[in-house]
């Protein structure tokens, strides 16, 4: 089902500006959509954000409502997730995350392939 590598986690302060990226190596990519997750320690993983396999469509949990955006370049088989205005509450291990289908979902069991995650944590 392929592979998905994340990178640009770091240690910023509240308030700041983060751009994640995940790079994907799988078959049909324009035809599965993407989405972002992300997980502390002892907790569910936290849907955040999905795009549709066109990129036409997106969707965002209302967590990050105007503040996350989520993109996508199917000819590189790029995703990014755009963070800005940081809250100490976004800190978290961030996921990349492909479904089978075109359509993003907001639950872990819909998609099929995971990025091994990047760390974020937002101090005060």
């Known amino acids: 089902q392929g592979q998905l590598l994340e990178s640009g986690g770091g240690l910023v302060q509240a308030g700041a500006s983060l751009t994640l990226s995940c790079q994907a190596s799988?078959?049909?990519?324009?035809?599965?959509?993407m989405a972002w997750f992300r997980q502390t320690p002892g907790m569910e993983r936290e849907f955040v954000a999905a795009?549709?396999?066109?990129?036409?469509?997106?969707y965002n949990t209302n967590l990050v409502k105007g503040r996350f955006t989520i993109s996508r370049d199917n000819a590189g088989q790029m995703v990014w997730l755009q963070m800005n205005s940081l809250k100490r509450e976004d800190t978290a291990v961030y996921f990349c995350?492909?479904?089978?289908?075109?359509?993003?979902?907001?639950?872990?069991?819909?998609?099929?392939?995971w990025g091994q995650g990047t760390q974020v944590t937002v101090s005060s």
């Open positions: 799988v078959r049909a990519f324009s035809s599965r959509a």
């Open positions: 795009i549709h396999g066109s990129g036409d469509s997106t």
């Open positions: 995350a492909a479904s089978p289908g075109y359509s993003g979902e907001t639950t872990p069991g819909s998609y099929d392939a």
